[in-house]
């Protein structure tokens, strides 16, 4: 198995990131950051998805209706000026791809 090498970001420099997929559509932002807190290691991005408005439509100030998701650490695939994750979903093919090469 391949040796993961390991960089270190300061937590304030993903908070506000862009985050986008590795096929380029774009996530949201990166509202804060969970830690596992007996490594240090990132557990979670937790990021405010960008909704699509439908016909140009602005938020009224104060009203906070955003979604939030949780994305697991094992998704980030690369940390510079964005934050690039894996195609929602695909985590879960590499993992039914690795236990059918297992079984075979």
Request: charged share 35%; glycine share 10%.
């Amino acid at each position: 198995m391949a040796e993961v090498q390991r960089r270190y970001v300061r937590f304030q420099q993903l908070v506000g990131m862009e985050v986008y997929t590795e096929d380029g559509h774009r996530v949201g932002t990166v509202r804060d950051v969970t830690f596992d807190p007996e490594t240090g290691d990132l557990r979670r991005l937790i990021v405010v998805v960008t909704e699509e408005s439908g016909g140009g439509l602005i938020p009224l100030p104060g009203v906070e209706e955003k979604r939030v998701e949780n994305i697991d650490a094992g998704a980030v695939k690369a940390v510079g000026d964005i934050v690039i994750v894996e195609r929602p979903g695909r985590s879960r093919e590499r993992e039914t791809t690795e236990v059918e090469e297992v079984e075979e």
